[in-house]
């Protein structure tokens, strides 16, 4: 097995595997709903997809549009833009009492430096609309 | 667990479905058409593109079956875990060794996932245990729908353990619930201490953490302290317990968990 071109030496080859088919069946799942949305709402082709990805949601936003573009070939979103909306990760500080951005999951409060908080946006992954005709 | 399930994604399942294809879409009841006023700006008047609000979850189609398995687990009074780690932290042997401790008080059922092959599910069966194994094939963890199909053939009793092997990954396993009551995630003094915060979000969903393996602590630089300090960062809640499942030290706190949260699962909240 060798490294796929442009993967960054620092990937081990099974961890980019395993990222790039994670984000691949992410891609599967968007399409299923966009092929199941195309009946009800009336469509036969989607030229965008806004979807928005929450920083703590453990998507890699680049295997995702790789992922993307190789999942729907052939479908009703052939050569469909996707437009990412990125979220910033929040967690409710429960000494501080409030909401503090958090860059990952491991991360303390900027403020007390406790580790007591509670993510509460950022870890979504959701298909929020689409441009069709 | 069929009652969601379409199967018409080129599956291979020997059952027959016909009856389900009527009304296995009805998740398309979900308010899609509000606040466009908006959008109607993009249109141009001749144009006939146009903006669909979706908000779906992209897991809405997996969260849906795993709803549908935590009913029936839910209904069938059984506790259903999802084990979840890095290949080779001892999952399997963790597994028959519960098993050979429990077996005789409790009825016990496994769902094993890999990518390939049937070894595993052959360790468990030799346990004594009924076992199903899911292949993935190229797919790097079990999703709620699989187990549900899993479920049809394992027919598991009510009041029973179903322990839910995933597919030996740290990464994509954390994002997909199989209805299962609590993810269990085991780490073995093998791999480095601070694995809990290079794969936060799996440490962050689970519930239980096993440090596998502390047999080999004294051949090793392992800190365990600075583990659990990890851990504990990422997932404030979690609980953590140390053991060796090869000589059996700590078995009784995890064998004790078992039956306690077993029990909680025959109590009827209003």
């Not at chain 1, 453990?58 to 070939?73: C, K, M, P, T, Y």
């Not at chain 2, 069929?2 to 018409?8: K, S």
């Not at chain 2, 519930?207 to 080999?216: C, F, Q, R, V, Y």
Request: charged letters at 20%; a negative charge; proline letters at 3%.
């Amino acid at each position: 097995m060798t490294n796929p071109p442009g993967a960054d030496l620092h990937w081990p080859v099974g961890c980019m595997a395993g990222i790039a088919m994670h984000e691949m069946s992410l891609c599967e799942s968007i399409l299923q709903v966009l092929e199941q949305q195309a009946e009800a709402q009336q469509y036969s082709k989607v030229k965008t997809v806004w979807l928005e990805i929450g920083a703590l949601s453990n998507v890699e936003i680049d295997a995702l549009r790789f992922s993307f573009d190789v999942v729907v070939q052939g479908s009703i979103a052939d050569n469909a833009q996707l437009e990412i909306i990125e979220v910033p990760g929040q967690a409710w500080c429960m000494p501080c009492s409030r909401n503090v951005v958090v860059q990952q999951l491991y991360d303390l409060c900027p403020y007390c430096g406790s580790h007591q908080l509670q993510v509460n946006s950022g870890d979504q992954m959701r298909i929020k609309e689409l441009e069709v005709e | 667990m069929c009652g969601v399930c379409g199967c018409g994604e080129g599956h291979s399942h020997s059952h027959d479905h016909d009856h389900e294809h009527t009304h296995d879409h009805d998740h398309h009841e979900h308010d899609h058409h509000h606040d466009h006023d908006a959008l109607h700006s993009h249109a141009t008047g001749l144009s006939p593109k146009r903006m669909v609000q979706i908000e779906q979850d992209i897991l809405a189609k997996n969260n849906r079956y795993a709803a549908e398995n935590r009913r029936y687990f839910s209904e069938h009074g059984m506790l259903a875990l999802n084990l979840v780690s890095s290949p080779g932290s001892g999952k399997t042997t963790l597994l028959t060794e519960t098993i050979a401790r429990l077996k005789d008080d409790l009825d016990i059922a496994v769902i094993e996932g890999d990518q390939q092959t049937a070894r595993d599910a052959e360790r468990i069966r030799a346990t004594g245990v009924a076992a199903v194994q899911i292949n993935t094939g190229k797919g790097c963890h079990l999703d709620a729908h699989r187990v549900g199909h899993a479920l049809e053939t394992l027919q598991p009793k009510n009041h029973s353990l179903l322990f839910i092997e995933n597919v030996g990954n740290l990464v994509c396993p954390s994002a997909f619930d199989l209805g299962e009551a609590h993810k269990v995630v085991i780490l073995s003094v093998t791999e480095g201490e601070d694995k809990p915060i290079k794969y936060p979000d799996m440490f962050h969903a689970a519930d239980l953490m096993i440090l596998n393996k502390t047999d080999l602590l004294p051949h090793l630089d392992f800190d365990c302290e600075q583990c659990i300090h990890y851990a504990k960062q990422v997932n404030p809640r979690i609980k953590i317990l140390s053991l060796s499942a090869k000589t059996g030290e700590g078995m009784d706190s995890w064998l004790r968990w078992l039956k306690a949260e077993l029990e909680l699962q025959r109590i009827d909240y209003a």
